[in-house]
T-cell receptor, first 115, second 114 residues
Framework: GAVVSQHPSWVICKSGTSVKIECRSLDFQATTMFWYRQFPKQSLMLMATSNEGSKATYEQGVEKDKFLINHASLTLSTLTVTSAHPEDSSFYIC???????????FGSGTRLTVV | GDSVTQMEGPVTLSEEAFLTINCTYTATGYPSLFWYVQYPGEGLQLLLKATKADDKGSNKGFEATYRKETTSFHLEKGSVQVSDSAVYFCALSDSSSNTGKLIFGQGTTLQVKP
């Protein structure tokens, strides 16, 4: 139990285009999901906290107009990187609080490469 | 704010060696502490956790004890295997808010050679 499915696992896009990343909770309802960004050989940096039915809370320094987060249902949160540029290339990971023994469950991540 | 500091890597060990990865934290409240493991190209998997002082988390031969007096949560394993090669992250749940977000250390890469 407590599986978070993240898609796509990797994507290559052209500079200036937008990319949507989906994060789904498969066997539980996720009221809150988190979006992280990981640079090569570095730690995970929290980008935003996504709450179902309300606006996401962004961390300081994260452009909310560039990284659009939607959490329209209890099982789906999406991150859209708008007008992507090469500096947006990174590994993006979502997670959800599942409680109990599982705690935070993470998606498998999305490798975004902007060319 | 809350923070986590891990020992720098990479840590290179021979198979069956003893492993210690140091982790210390700073928190204003009483956070829960976690160790996550990340294999190449994958997301994070929970390795173990501890929710209060003196708790010991353990899993797959790894263990860590929540030490409030030294604000530490060091990861140990008595005999590592090649398959343990991965990046290990120490993390705490943010005690300053109700959002439940995690704060991660910088990660420590472990390389185990046969």
């Amino acid at each position: 139990g407590a599986v978070v499915s993240q898609h796509p696992s990797w994507v290559i896009c052209k500079s200036g285009t937008s990319v949507k990343i989906e994060c789904r909770s498969l066997d539980f309802q996720a009221t809150t999901m988190f979006w992280y960004r990981q640079f090569p050989k570095q730690s995970l940096m929290l980008m935003a906290t996504s709450n179902e039915g309300s606006k996401a809370t962004y961390e300081q320094g994260v452009e909310k107009d560039k990284f659009l987060i939607n959490h329209a249902s209890l099982t789906l949160s999406t991150l859209t990187v708008t007008s992507a540029h090469p500096e947006d290339s990174s590994f993006y990971i979502c997670s959800a609080w599942t409680g109990g023994n599982y705690g935070y469950t993470f998606g498998s991540g999305t490798r975004l490469t902007v060319v | 704010g809350d923070s986590v500091t891990q020992m720098e890597g990479p840590v290179t060990l021979s198979e069956e060696a003893f492993l210690t990865i140091n982790c210390t934290y700073t928190a204003t409240g009483y956070p829960s502490l976690f160790w996550y493991v990340q294999y190449p190209g994958e997301g994070l998997q929970l390795l173990l956790k501890a929710t209060k002082a003196d708790d010991k988390g353990s899993n797959k031969g790894f263990e860590a004890t929540y030490r409030k007096e030294t604000t530490s949560f060091h990861l140990e394993k008595g005999s590592v295997q090649v398959s343990d090669s991965a990046v290990y992250f120490c993390a705490l749940s943010d005690s300053s808010s109700n959002t439940g977000k995690l704060i991660f250390g910088q990660g420590t890469t472990l390389q185990v050679k046969p």
